[in-house]
């Protein structure tokens, strides 16, 4: 059975169930269908490390980012501020 809740305090209520209706139940969370992925675009961040980055947003619940590299006239792949 697949449960979504609107909130991290729902969630942590269903992990801890042990019985639903008298039925013994062991509650995980699902492997993909916790994250989000987005595009952040920001001058700033061609500067900023992937560490840096991860540790700013850490609060936000960010765990990892990638910055997109382009290839540029020279043929060196450079970071980019997506």
Do not use: W
């Not at 169930?17 to 062991?26: F, I, N, Q, R, T």
């Not at 492997?31 to 936000?60: D, P």
């Not at 910055?67 to 997506?82: A, H, Y």
């Amino acid at each position: 059975m697949l449960v979504k809740t609107n909130s991290q305090t729902y969630s942590e209520k269903l992990l801890r169930l042990s019985d639903l209706a008298g039925v013994p139940v062991k509650a995980t969370p699902h492997r993909t269908l916790n994250l989000s992925k987005g595009v952040i675009r920001c001058a700033e961040l061609k500067h900023a490390s992937e560490e840096e980055i991860i540790s700013e947003l850490a609060n936000q619940g960010v765990v990892d980012c990638f910055n997109i590299k382009v290839k540029g006239q020279d043929g060196v792949r450079r970071k980019s501020n997506t």
